[in-house]
Nanobody, 128 residues
Framework: QVHLVETGGGLVQPGGSLRLSCAAPGFTRDYYHIGWFRQAPGKEREGVLCLSSREGRINYAESVKGRFTISKNNAENTVYLEMNSLKVEDTGVYYC?????????????????????WGQGTQVTVSS
């Protein structure tokens, strides 16, 4: 059974930065696509970034373009989300999960079909 553990969330002022980590044993190999998703209060879960290592591609939500980036450390089985220039609307619970990205569109990606082993997520609150 997949066991994903997200950490690194916290309270940050607008304009600040945070780095989230996801312990993802088995999902950091290049043939897996791994990404970050988030859920704001009262809203549905949405995609943030999806990394397709073998294809050298990152799909991303337009709202985080130029501010967020994703990376991974295969040796440590860890996926990172670097968030800069944070905005109040970035507030939410952040999750990592396997994903699938559209090679023909930067902005189209989704949760891997059939995945339902979500971790507990990590709370990010952007507030002054």
């Amino acid at each position: 059974q997949v066991h994903l553990v997200e950490t690194g969330g916290g309270l940050v002022q607008p304009g600040g930065s945070l780095r989230l980590s996801c312990a993802a044993p088995g999902f950091t190999r290049d043939y897996y696509h791994i990404g970050w998703f988030r859920q704001a209060p009262g809203k549905e879960r949405e995609g943030v970034l999806c990394l397709s290592s073998r294809e050298g591609r990152i799909n991303y939500a337009e709202s985080v373009k130029g501010r967020f980036t994703i990376s991974k450390n295969n040796a440590e089985n860890t996926v990172y989300l670097e968030m800069n220039s944070l905005k109040v609307e970035d507030t939410g619970v952040y999750y990592c999960a396997p994903c699938a990205g559209d090679p023909d569109s930067d902005y189209d990606f989704y949760i891997q079909p059939g995945f339902d082993s979500w971790g507990q997520g990590t709370q990010v609150t952007v507030s002054s």
